[in-house]
Every structure is written in C-alpha cells, then in structure tokens.
C-alpha cells in the first residue's frame, strides 16, 4: 500500500508517474512480485484443475451456441 | 461534495438455452422474469405494470428531442403490449425484459457501496430467476450471464447513471468525462477474448465494450454508439436534475471492479459540478483511443494527447485520483458519506499503484485481471492459442450467474477474489430496498400493499384502493419517501387506503 504525502500526493504514484515520463525500462520484479509468483504457481494448477471441473462441456459447441441479439 | 449521489445501474443479461439455437430469446427472457416475478410476495392481488406516463428516452441532454425515425418512441409501450414481462421488486428494483435480454435495474441508492448490494442482488435474482424458469415441466435449462458481448458481433449493455444538477453545462460534462471514460476501463474492464466487433481476431482485451463504441457524444444506445450518451430523461424535477446516462461500462461481476467503476465516476462528476477540473487532458482521438487502451493489456501503450504529450491510461487515471484526492480532503468534514469517499480514493490508489507494479497484482480484485489469470494458467498448462475455444469458454462462463458454474464465484468461494458483503447481505437487499432514496417507498408499497398497487415507475406510484379513480403518487424527488421520512408511517398502516389518507391529512 502506497503512503500519501500530505496533500494527497502518493508515493508510489510519484515514482511511477516520473519513471514512464522518463520511459525508464521496467523495473526489475520487486520481492512482492517473486514471492507472489510462487505462491501462484502452486495454486494455478489446483485452480484449473478445479475450474475444469465446471467447465460447460463440448467448449467449441457450446461458445459457438452461445448466440445473442443487441440490446439496449 | 463526495461521492454521495443519487446513482443506479441497469444490466442486461445474455441469455442461452444450451442446445436450442432456435429459442427466442424474448419469450426465454420473459421466462426468466415471469418465473421470477411467480414469487408469491409479489403477486397477491395481480401484479403491478410499469407506468410509462414520464419516460420520454428521445429527450437530449444537450437541450433538442430526437425525431428520426432508426428509434420507435413507441417502443416502450409496445413491449409492454406484447406482453413481454415486467416485474417491480420489493427491494425498489425492476426486472423486465429489454428487447431480447433479461435486465434488472437497480433500486435509486445514494453511494457506491449501497450500489454494488444491490447490483450484486440482481445477479442474484437471475440465478433464482433462471432456476425456478427451469422447474417449469417441458422447460430446458436457461442460463443467464453477466457480460456484454456474445463474440459474434452483437453487444448488450451495462448502463449506469448518475442524477446531476440540471445547472452543470453538459459541454463540461463531455470535456472531462472523455478521457476519464476512455482509461477507466484498465480499472473496471471485465475483459474479453477476442478483439473486434465479432471477437474474429485472436488476443485478449481489457474491457468487452471497448470495440463497440464508434463516436464520442450521441443519442444512440444501439448503433453508432457514443462514449458520452446524451439521453436526458430524469424521471425527476427536470428543472433541477438531469440523469446521466453512461454506456461504455463493461458489466462487472468483481464487487470490487463495480465499486470502483461507480465510484470513481461519481468523485469525477462532483469535481465537474464544482468546476474544479482543469481540462488539461483532452485526447486528441478517444474513440481510437479508447480501443488501443483496451487492446493493450501490459497498460503500456501511449495516448495522443490534444496537446501534443504521450500518456498512458495510467498517468490520466492518476492525473484523475490526485486531483479527486486533494479534492476531497479540503472538504474533509463536510461530506456526509466521508468514510466511503476516502474509502474509494484509497482503494483507487492502492489499485493504481499494483497495475503499475504489476497487474497481475489485481488479479484477486479486478474482473480483467482474474480473468486474464486464468487464461493465461491454461494457455501455459494446455498450450493454448487465443483462438482457443476452451478460452472463449473461459471467458463467457466466467460471468455465468449460478454459483455452482460461474467461474468469478468459484473464485470467491475458493478465497481467491475479494468481496465486500456477505453472502446474507446479498440475500436481504434480494427482499429489501435502501433506507434513504424513494425506492423505499416504493419497495415497501410492493411489499405491503401489492393487491393495491396498479402500476409503479422509478417517480411513481399507482394505487387502486376502491375509490372512482386511481391514485397516482408522484415521487419527483429522489431523496424524498425514505425511511427516515415514511417508515413508521408504513410501520402503522395496514392498507394503501390508510397510508394514503394519512399522507392527505399529514
């Protein structure tokens, strides 16, 4: 979570915002980013593995059948 | 001045029935609303109409009534003499069928948190609604999703609005709005596979509607459509307010994304109100513009600027926050919705500052980037291309409404997507409307004297309680009828007959 600078300037949007109008490169991934990363990989595959398991059947039939008029 | 507003969306669904190409979707729709408006709360003594008497969509905020001939004014009475179904909810919501999709407009709320409740509550009253259509003998599963886009080149919407003082010049509003509507979308997109119109070229983009927006302010809301809509229609004191009527947002099953969609635009407009917007950035060409942004999930593509800079989506949503954040804390103290305001700013910033770090950093609050996760988890595990009809299922299931299919849900309920109610809260506002608006008054007539109640609009009441005529009740005023003013007056009459006589004599 970024700190604010009094007057509601953040932190992090300072050194964000400066570092794209100096079109500096990416900065490397932080340690947040890494561990995240991590974590990640170990729930993706559970996450998938659970989210086949309720998949609609039949992927090409199905998005194909999946037919709407305009609205609004 | 906050975010505290009179606001309100309406959704429409998609809606399929699996198997059955030649289902039409008006009579599948009313179905879905028929089934659902079958509760028995709702139809003691026949069920109430929609009472049309103050809709007029042709009126144009820039100050001129539409008379082409692409709109049928009729309309709307039309659908109403095709019997295509209208229901009046007792939490002050609307469920009817709009053209050829289930839609649930919300109850008037007066902030983004009492929005995404109720908003949260339609998507609810569509999974009952659709389950209880599937009990009827002979009837094959109806299922309802929460998107825009069908990806075969039709799209559906996910309008919000926000009342406004009829004072504000509606030049400003489009001034500001534009850029602000055109990178919203890396905060509040829903995210689609598929790029174009008909979704035919392969890729992931943030938003769903991004594609179908071709001009930047107009009338229209199914062709041509405009960034900012110009439909002035108040269902209010026109003299005093004007409704604005947004249609670029994506709809939203994040409880997050939508509180920050909502959120977001009503810290901007009580900025334009108060005239504290500098205009300083205009882009050069927001309809292409707008679709650049959505194409470019990695947020690093740069905006034409009319002035000549290069900005990203992010530097014009932060540009945006600092100027809301400085706004709001010098009204620290005057502004009877405080904790929300501040609520939003520090959750737009946190949101900010991840999608700048790393977007994927969002993926356990924002739709495009829990989305894009799990697209990304079976493009890598399956090898599979964007085309990939599995990631096209992907994307549709993830706004399906049943809890037990919906991929957004099973995210929920694995701890992998925040929230911001529980699940006990949804149910209420299913039943219940908010305290502090005029739905409560009507909420509470549907609830207490539906056998006495004709017809109902957003500003209007209709009671038939024996007399010669009918009644009809105008509720011109948004913030009038709430518990505060008429609760204990609801709490001591047992008739429509009595609460009227009260309100005569009081």
Redesign the interface.
């Known amino acids: 979570m970024a700190t604010r600078e009094p007057g509601g300037r953040s932190q992090s949007s300072r050194s964000r915002r400066d570092e794209e109008i100096d079109e500096a490169p990416a900065p490397e991934a932080s340690a947040e980013v890494t561990e995240r990363n991590e974590q990640l990989t170990e729930d993706v595959d559970d996450l998938l593995d659970e989210i086949d398991s309720v998949l609609e059947e039949n992927a090409e039939e199905f998005v194909r059948g999946y037919v709407q008029k305009g609205g609004e | 001045m906050s975010v505290r507003r009179v606001i309100g969306t309406e959704v ?1 669904y ?3 029935v ?2 059955q ?1 030649g289902a039409n ?1 008006m009579v599948t729709s009313s179905q879905v609303v028929n089934a659902y408006g079958a509760r028995p709360e709702l139809t003691r003594g026949g069920r109430a109409r929609w009472d049309y008497e103050e809709e007029s969509p042709l009126r144009d905020a820039r100050g001129f009534s539409y008379s082409g001939a692409l709109y049928d004014p009729a309309e709307a009475l039309a659908d109403e003499d095709l019997g295509l179904a209208n229901v009046i909810l007792t939490n002050g919501a609307r469920l009817y069928v ?4 289930p ?1 649930y407009s919300t109850p008037e709320v007066t902030n983004p948190r009492d929005l995404v409740l109720w908003d949260k509550a339609g998507e609810r009253v569509m999974a009952e609604a659709s389950r209880r259509a599937a009990t009827i003998p002979g009837s094959h599963p109806i299922h309802l ?1 929460k998107n825009n ?4 080149g ?4 996910a ?1 919000e609005n926000y009342l406004m003082r009829r004072s504000t010049p509606f030049a400003d509003i489009v001034v500001h709005l534009t850029p602000f509507f055109v990178t919203r979308q890396i905060v509040c997109g829903a995210g689609r596979v598929g790029i174009g119109q008909d979704g035919s070229t392969p890729g992931f983009q943030i938003s769903q509607r991004a594609d179908f927006f071709e001009v930047e302010v107009g009338l229209e ?2 062709l041509k459509r405009p960034i900012i809509n110009t439909r002035d229609e108040p269902h209010s004191d026109a003299d005093k307010y004007r409704r604005l009527h947004v ?1 670029i947002g994506d709809a939203n099953v994040s409880e997050i994304s939508t509180y920050l969609k909502v959120g977001t635009t009503s810290l901007v407009l009580a900025m334009i109100e108060e005239k504290a917007l500098p205009g300083d950035l205009g882009i050069a060409d927001p309809v292409t513009e707008l679709k650049a942004v959505s194409h470019d999930p990695s947020l690093k593509h740069l905006i034409r600027m009319r002035d000549g800079r290069r900005l ?1 989506a ?2 014009i949503q ?1 540009a945006f ?2 100027r809301a ?2 706004f ?2 010098a009204r620290r103290g005057d502004d009877s919705a405080e904790e929300i305001t501040f609520d939003v700013l520090n959750r737009w ?2 949101v ?2 991840r999608l ?3 977007p ?2 969002c ?1 356990d609050e924002l739709d495009w980037v829990a989305k894009l ?2 697209l990304e ?2 493009r890598e ?1 399956e090898s599979l291309g964007w085309a ?3 990631l ?3 994307d ?2 993830y706004s399906d409404v049943r809890p ?2 919906g ?1 957004y849900h ?2 929920v309920a ?1 701890g ?1 997507m925040k929230t911001l109610f529980a699940d006990d809260e949804v149910r209420r506002a299913m039943v219940e409307p908010p305290d502090d608006t005029r739905a409560y008054f009507r909420g509470r007539c549907l609830a207490q004297y539906a056998s006495e109640v004709v017809a109902a609009s957003w500003d209007s009441v209709i009671f038939d309680v024996g007399r010669e005529s009918l009644v009809r009740v105008p509720m011109m005023e948004p913030e009038r009828g709430t518990r505060k003013h008429v609760g204990a007056l609801f709490d001591r009459c047992a008739s429509a007959k009595d609460l009227l006589e009260a309100i005569t004599s009081g």
Do not use: C, F, M
């Open positions: 429409e998609g809606v399929s699996p198997g190409p979707p709009d053209h050829a999709h839609e999703y886009t069908d990806n075969k039709a799209s559906y919407g309008h809301t199914t249609i990203s992010l530097d932060w926050y600092e954040r400085a709001a804390e910033e946190s900010l500052d700048g770090r790393d994927g950093l993926a996760r799990l988890g079976y595990r990939s009809h599995k096209q299922l992907v549709l299931q037990e299919k991929l099973r995210l694995r992998a």
